[in-house]
C-alpha cells in the first residue's frame, strides 16, 4: 500500500541535510545519470559496529567511514557513487564513496530489521524492514529523489531477506517463519510463494524476471513463477543455501549449503551440474546486471570476481580482516 502523507514527513528532509549541489540530482546521490564504476566494494566492521569500509578492488585501499550507529546492512545506489547504510535505530544514512560524506539521511520512524537492505536497479527506492511498531514486518521502499517512503508492503513476520527484480518491477521479501511474497510495485498487487516452513536464507531472481528462487534452512531450493506464486522447474538437492543466484542464460543457477562448495543446478530437472569456481565454501555475494560476473567473499576471508559462465577468477585479495563482513558491489 502506499504510504499516507503524514508518514512520509516522518523523513528528515532533505533539503535541511544536503547541500543545494546535491539536491538538484536528488536525494539517491550526485550521481544521477553517471555510469557505474564497477570498482568499490563496501564491508562493515562486525567488531566495531560502526566503522564501515569502502575498498577499491583496483587498488585495494580502504577508506574507513565512521557511522553515527551500529551498521545492520548496506547497499550502494547512485550507480555506486552513494552507498546507504542501515542502522537499527531507524535512520538509513547515505555516503559518497569518494569523499565520506552524509549527502542524505532517512529516518524511518521505527526500529529497524537490519537482516537487509536493497536498491532498486534503477537506483529509486531503498528498500528496508521495520521491527517495530507501527512498521513491524514491513518492507518500507524509500524514494530517494523525494526522500519520501512511497510504499509499505506487510509481509506478516520478520523480514529476513528482499530483493529487486533486475527490471525493478517486482520485490520479494522472504521472513523467519518461511514466508514468502512478491510485490508488483507499480499495482500494489502481490502473490504469496507455496508452501515453506523454515526460515528463508536467500532469494534470487532469473535474468528475465520470471522466476524467484528461494532457499530455506531445511528444504531444498525451490522456484516459484512471480505472476502468480506457482511451483515451476524441480527443486536442486541443498538446503540453508548461504549464496544463491542465476547464471546469464536464466536456465540454471549457482548456489552452496554452509558447508559447501559452488554448484550449478538446473532449474527444470535439478540436476547438479558441476562445480563453479574454486573449492572454497562461499560465504556471500553480488552478481552483475548481467549475469555474468559474481563477486564473493570466501571462507578462507578471500575475495574473489568470478566468472559465471566458465567459473575462472579474474581478482583475488585477502579480506580486511576476520571481523568485516562484505555487503555489497559497485555494479
Known amino acids: 500500500m502506499r ?95 569518494s569523499t565520506g560524506a552524509v549527502v542524505g539521511s532517512f529516518n524511518c520512524g521505527c526500529t529497524l530489521n537490519t537482516q537487509g537492505i536493497a536498491s532498486s536497479p534503477d537506483g529509486r527506492y531503498i528498500a528496508v524492514a521495520g521491527d517495530s511498531a507501527p512498521d513491524a514486518n514491513v518492507v518500507m521502499l524509500w524514494n530517494q529523489q523525494t526522500g519520501m517512503c512511497d510504499y509499505k508492503f506487510d509481509l506478516g513476520e520478520r523480514v529476513k531477506i528482499m530483493a529487486f527484480s533486475p527490471d525493478g518491477k517486482y520485490l520479494a521479501a522472504g521472513g523467519t517463519g518461511g514466508a514468502v511474497k512478491i510485490w508488483n510495485i507499480s499495482t500494489d498487487f502481490f502473490v504469496n510463494v507455496g508452501n515453506n516452513t523454515s526460515t528463508i536464507e536467500t532469494i534470487a531472481f532469473s535474468p528475465d524476471g520470471q522466476i524467484l528462487a528461494t532457499a530455506n534452512i531445511n528444504e531444498k531450493v525451490r522456484f516459484w513463477k512471480t505472476s502468480d506464486g506457482t511451483r515451476t522447474g524441480s527443486p536442486a538437492d541443498i538446503s540453508g543455501a548461504s549464496v544463491l543466484f542465476f547464471l546469464p542464460d536464466g536456465n540454471s543457477i549457482a548456489t552452496a549449503g554452509f558447508t559447501g562448495t559452488l554448484h550449478k543446478y538446473r532449474v527444470a530437472d535439478g540436476t547438479d551440474e558441476g562445480a563453479l569456481g574454486p573449492a572454497v565454501i562461499p560465504y556471500r555475494s553480488s552478481i552483475s546486471g548481467d549475469f555474468k560476473t559474481a563477486f564473493i567473499r570466501y571462507d578462507d576471508k578471500k575475495f574473489r570476481m568470478l566468472d559465471t559462465v566458465t567459473g575462472g577468477v579474474s581478482m583475488s585479495f585477502d579480506a580486511m580482516g576476520t571481523g568485516d563482513q562484505f555487503q555489497d558491489m559497485s555494479w
Open 3 to 97: 504510504c499516507s502523507k503524514t508518514e512520509r514527513f516522518r523523513i528528515a528532509l532533505c533539503s535541511i541535510l544536503i547541500p543545494f549541489s546535491f539536491m538538484l540530482s536528488g536525494c539517491g546521490g550526485g550521481s544521477s545519470g553517471s555510469q557505474p564504476d564497477y570498482t568499490n566494494i563496501a564491508a562493515y566492521g562486525a567488531v566495531s559496529g560502526k566503522n564501515f569500509n569502502i575498498v577499491n578492488t583496483r587498488t585495494g585501499l580502504a577508506q574507513t567511514i565512521v557511522n553515527s550507529d551500529v551498521i545492520g546492512a548496506a547497499t550502494f545506489v547512485g550507480g555506486g557513487m552513494d552507498v546507504a547504510v542501515v542502522s537499527g535505530s531507524g535512520v538509513i544514512n547515505i555516503y559518497n564513496v
